[in-house]
C-alpha cells in the first residue's frame, strides 16, 4: 500500500509570484485535502476534493485554488503569494467523506521572500 | 464553527513519568475525535480516534484518550513516557455533519528527558 506522497519537499518563491503543489492521494482513497501549518500552530483546513470537485472550503481566500484529477491525485495552486504563505502544506487523502481517518503527506515547505 | 483547544504548548517529563496533554472542543453537535502524533522529521501520523462506542480509546505505542462528552474533552494519556515518545501532539475534531473536514489544536510539544 503505497502512502501519500506530496511534491516538492521545499520551495522557495518571491512575493507575487504563482506556485504549485501536487499530492498523490493513498491507494483506494478519493478524497484529498489541504491543510496550512504555519510555524508553531496546527494545520488550518484550506479545502477538500471528493471525486474531483470542491467539497468544503476554509477560510481561505479564492487565490488558493485546486484540482483533484481521475486519479484522484491533487493540486494546490496559489496566485499572488504573499510573505504570509509561508507554511508547511499538507496533503491528506481518505476514503469518502463521512469523517473517514486522513493520513497525511510529509508537506510541502514553502518560504516566500 | 468548531474549535479545539489545547492548553498546555510544551511539556517536559523524565522517562517514566506519566503523561496527560489536555484537549477541549466547541461544538454543539456531533463529533468525531483525534490524536494525531509528529514524530522530528515525520509526517502528521494517527495515535488513536474515537467515533462512537467506549468513551476510552485505546491507540497505538500504549497511549489513550477519554472522551468526556459533558466536559468536552479527549484527554490523552500514557502511564509511562519514554524518551521516543518525544514529538508534537495534535487534537483534532471533525464535526459529523461537516463532511471530512478536520480542525486541529494548536498542538503540544513534549520533550522526554532521557
Known amino acids: 500500500e503505497t502512502g501519500v506522497t506530496q511534491s516538492p519537499t521545499h520551495l522557495i518563491k518571491t512575493r507575487g509570484q504563482q506556485v504549485t503543489l501536487r499530492c498523490s492521494s493513498q491507494?483506494?482513497?478519493?478524497?484529498v485535502s489541504w491543510y496550512q501549518q504555519a510555524l508553531g500552530q496546527g494545520p488550518q483546513f484550506i479545502f477538500q476534493?471528493?471525486?474531483?470537485?470542491?467539497?468544503g472550503r476554509g477560510n481561505f481566500p479564492p487565490r488558493f485554488s485546486g484540482l483533484q484529477f481521475p486519479n484522484y491525485s491533487s493540486e494546490l495552486n496559489v496566485n499572488a503569494l504573499e510573505l504570509d504563505d509561508s507554511a508547511l502544506y499538507l496533503c491528506?487523502?481518505?476514503?469518502?467523506?463521512?469523517?473517514?481517518?486522513?493520513?497525511f503527506g510529509p508537506g510541502t515547505r514553502l518560504t516566500v521572500l | 464553527a468548531q474549535s479545539v483547544s489545547q492548553h498546555n504548548h510544551h511539556v517536559i517529563l523524565s522517562e517514566a513519568a506519566s503523561l496527560e496533554l489536555g484537549c477541549n472542543y466547541s461544538?454543539?453537535?456531533?463529533?468525531?475525535l483525534f490524536w494525531y502524533v509528529q514524530y522530528p522529521g515525520q509526517h502528521l501520523q494517527l495515535l488513536l480516534k474515537?467515533?462512537?462506542?467506549?468513551?476510552l480509546v485505546k491507540g497505538i505505542k500504549g497511549f489513550e484518550a477519554e472522551f468526556i462528552k459533558s466536559k468536552f474533552s479527549f484527554n490523552l494519556r500514557k502511564p509511562s513516557v519514554q524518551w521516543s515518545d518525544t514529538a508534537e501532539y495534535f487534537c483534532?475534531?471533525?464535526?459529523?455533519?461537516?463532511?471530512?473536514?478536520?480542525?486541529f489544536g494548536g498542538g503540544t510539544r513534549l520533550m522526554v528527558k532521557p
Open positions: 491528506a487523502s481518505s476514503l469518502g467523506l463521512a469523517g473517514e481517518t486522513q493520513y
Open positions: 491507494s483506494g482513497h478519493n478524497t
Open positions: 476534493y471528493y471525486r474531483e470537485e470542491e467539497n
Open positions: 461544538y454543539g453537535g456531533t463529533v468525531n
Open positions: 474515537y467515533f462512537s462506542g467506549d468513551p
Open positions: 483534532a475534531v471533525n464535526a459529523r455533519n461537516a463532511g471530512n473536514m478536520l480542525t
